[in-house]
């Protein structure tokens, strides 16, 4: 088994499902995990979420849905970036 990679799918339409996007993105390899973000302070859809597979299927899961048109908006799908964690100020301990 290879690692897990994940990737960052942009330009979300508000009405994308993690059953979307794991039936856009299961064609190229095992989907591991779907997660879609919502705004914290709404709690409606962010219009991004994360898609976890294998490693090896990765660069052409990316390939293929890089720029696809989804209910008329084309996703922008690149490998996660580890998020920096941030310090809390000086008020946090």
Do not use: C, W, Y
């Not at 914290?40 to 994360?50: K, L």
């Not at 048109?69 to 490998?79: M, T």
């Amino acid at each position: 088994m290879s690692a897990t990679v994940t990737i960052h799918v942009g330009n979300l339409p508000f009405t994308a499902t993690e059953a979307d996007l794991r039936a856009l993105f299961a064609p190229h390899g095992e989907v591991r995990a779907v997660n879609l973000v919502n705004d914290r302070e709404t709690g409606r859809p962010a219009g991004f979420g994360f898609v976890s597979m294998d490693e090896s299927a990765v660069p052409a899961a990316i390939a293929a849905v890089n720029g696809h048109p989804f209910n008329g908006r084309p996703l922008r799908a690149n490998p996660a970036q580890q998020r920096l964690r941030q310090g809390g100020g000086p008020f946090r301990r």
